[in-house]
């Protein structure tokens, strides 16, 4: 029997080596491409900064932007599939689990702070108004069912007015939301950065902005389940790159001037005077945003029941520091 211990240990050998070999075979690989939706705000510049820098190319992805007008047509996209994530922003992502509709935060793209504002409620020159109070009943310019409106209602209560006292107008492409303010069509707008100091330059006055209340206010990058589930690999690659080029703008924001006027739109008239955000690096929204985001939104019946905070946000593929 001895002379069998040696050909049965080399069998086995084989056939475990044969199955791995076929296991693999089996395997589909994971696809390392990615579509991400943005608007054109200062919040997608690292975007542009990892793909000049070949930072997504180090990584061994392929990611491809989308330019899109409105908060409405990004959220199309992902819907019908044909993005794999986007910058967006809470209220959004908690719209998207009452549909059904799978979509989780990853990172915090941009957040205000007490000295940097990320959206303003402006009025229009020659509008005459001048403060909160002044827009009782005026029809702000917004993006229903986005961060715009939700910040638009949050600064406005702070101020001092009541729900019932604000009054919005649907404009959800930015670019003519803009125009419509400056050109006194609208007497009002809530507008995010840059558009909001370009808006500033041209005699439009600032009622109130989100320096009062930092907190309502942060852009995320959220992708689908879909592509968390089946790109994993593939989208912490991008987290990295994405980090990556925040740092380096955050080190050397005048080396990419000239690409966030040309990427982020900043008006010509604060293209020289435009200050370089800086990017809060790796965060996710806390669990008192969710919350109070799910509190508005079911005052307003946008939901009926508060999402879980691990159905909104996942933190899990963000590269370890």
Same mark, same amino acid.
């Given at each position: 029997?001895?002379?069998?211990k040696?050909?049965?240990?080399?069998?086995?050998?084989?056939?475990?080596? $044969?199955?791995?070999?076929? *296991?693999?075979? %089996?395997?589909k690989?994971?696809?390392?491409?990615?579509?991400?939706?943005? @608007?054109?705000?200062?919040?997608?510049?690292?975007?542009?900064?990892?793909?000049?820098?070949?930072?997504?190319?180090k990584?061994?992805?392929?990611v491809?932007?989308?330019l899109v007008?409105?908060?409405q047509?990004?959220?199309?996209?992902m819907?019908?599939?044909?993005?794999?994530g986007?910058?967006?922003?809470?209220?959004?992502?908690?719209m998207?689990? &009452?549909? %059904?509709v799978?979509?989780?935060?990853?990172? +915090?793209?941009?957040?205000?702070?007490?000295?940097?504002? !990320?959206? &303003?409620?402006? *009025?229009?020159?020659?509008? $005459?108004?001048?403060?909160?109070a002044?827009?009782?009943?005026?029809?702000i310019?917004?993006s #229903?069912?986005?961060?715009?409106?939700?910040?638009?209602?949050?600064?406005?209560?702070?101020?001092?007015? #009541?729900?019932?006292?604000? =009054?919005?107008?649907?404009? =959800? *492409?930015?670019?003519?939301?803009?125009? @419509?303010?400056?050109?006194?069509?609208?007497?009002?707008?809530?507008?995010?950065?840059?558009l909001? =100091?370009?808006?500033?330059?041209g005699?439009? &006055?600032?009622?109130?902005?989100?320096?009062?209340?930092?907190?309502?206010?942060?852009s995320l990058l959220?992708?689908?389940?879909?592509?968390?589930s089946?790109?994993p690999?593939?989208?912490?690659?991008?987290?990295?790159?994405?980090?990556?080029?925040?740092?380096?703008?955050?080190?050397?924001?005048?080396?990419?001037? $000239?690409?966030?006027?040309?990427?982020g739109?900043?008006?010509?008239?604060?293209?020289?005077?435009?200050?370089?955000?800086v990017f809060?690096?790796?965060? !996710?929204?806390?669990?008192?945003? !969710?919350?109070?985001?799910?509190s508005?939104?079911?005052?307003?019946?946008?939901?009926?029941?508060?999402? &879980?905070y691990?159905?909104? +946000?996942?933190?899990?593929?963000?590269?370890?520091?």
């Amino acid at each position: 029997m001895k002379g069998w211990k040696k050909p049965v240990v080399v069998l086995v050998l084989i056939a475990t080596l $044969g199955a791995t070999v076929l *296991a693999g075979c %089996g395997r589909k690989k994971e696809d390392a491409r990615l579509k991400i939706g943005i @608007l054109p705000i200062v919040d997608v510049l690292p975007i542009y900064v990892a793909q000049q820098n070949g930072y997504f190319e180090k990584e061994g992805i392929q990611v491809e932007p989308v330019l899109v007008k409105s908060a409405q047509e990004r959220d199309t996209l992902m819907q019908t599939g044909q993005v794999d994530g986007e910058i967006t922003d809470l209220v959004s992502v908690e719209m998207f689990d &009452r549909k %059904g509709v799978g979509l989780k935060a990853v990172l +915090v793209a941009m957040e205000a702070t007490p000295k940097e504002p !990320v959206f &303003r409620i402006l *009025a229009s020159p020659g509008s $005459g108004i001048t403060s909160p109070a002044g827009l009782k009943g005026v029809p702000i310019g917004i993006s #229903k069912n986005t961060i715009i409106e939700y910040v638009t209602y949050r600064l406005l209560e702070t101020a001092g007015l #009541k729900d019932s006292e604000v =009054s919005t107008t649907e404009v =959800s *492409a930015i670019p003519v939301r803009y125009e @419509l303010l400056m050109k006194g069509k609208i007497k009002a707008a809530t507008l995010p950065e840059p558009l909001a =100091s370009g808006a500033v330059a041209g005699g439009a &006055r600032v009622i109130v902005d989100d320096t009062s209340r930092p907190e309502v206010s942060a852009s995320l990058l959220a992708f689908s389940t879909k592509a968390l589930s089946e790109k994993p690999k593939t989208v912490e690659k991008f987290l990295s790159a994405w980090l990556k080029a925040e740092e380096e703008i955050n080190r050397h924001p005048d080396r990419y001037r $000239g690409l966030l006027i040309e990427k982020g739109r900043v008006p010509k008239s604060v293209q020289e005077s435009y200050r370089m955000p800086v990017f809060p690096g790796a965060l !996710v929204p806390t669990e008192s945003q !969710v919350k109070d985001v799910a509190s508005w939104m079911k005052g307003k019946g946008l939901i009926q029941k508060e999402p &879980r905070y691990g159905d909104v +946000v996942d933190g899990s593929f963000l590269p370890e520091r």
